[in-house]
């Protein structure tokens, strides 16, 4: 079962889904209590009433005269950069090296290793 998406959705997932039927198990009892019917049916029982009409609000004069203004910049097409910020630890960290498979040193890997064993 794919755990992080029943974390998601409270859903199983298709995966999931296909093997709870194929064991004969009800994949309905692995869903979320929203999902059932009961649950959507009472989301609609509570009453909601519109708003009266505009000329009719009461708003507080400080927030009356508030102006909102625009965002400064906008947003730049694509995607975004992959930009953070690297801990002290791990710029003072050496570069990655090679290392040999055989002696286990850095620097060298096998195939570059100056006392590798002459093959016969």
């Not at 298709?14 to 709870?20: N, Q, R």
């Not at 692995?30 to 019917?37: E, G, H, L, Q, V």
């Not at 055989?102 to 060298?108: D, F, L, N, S, T």
Request: aromatic share 8%; charged share 25%.
């Amino acid at each position: 079962m794919c755990l992080w998406e029943v974390q998601v959705d409270e859903l199983p997932c298709p995966h999931a889904w296909a093997v709870l039927k194929s064991k004969f198990l009800m994949p309905e009892e692995y869903c979320s209590n929203y999902y059932k019917p009961n649950s959507v049916v009472m989301t609609y029982d509570v009453h909601v009433y519109p708003l009266p009409d505009r000329n009719d609000w009461n708003i507080p004069a400080h927030i009356a005269e508030e102006v909102v203004l625009p965002p400064k910049w906008k947003r730049p097409p694509g995607r975004p950069k992959k930009k953070r910020d690297k801990p002290l630890s791990e710029l003072l960290q050496p570069k990655n090296q090679h290392s040999c498979s055989i002696c286990r040193q850095g620097g060298h890997n096998k195939r570059t290793r100056r006392n590798a064993p002459l093959r016969i």
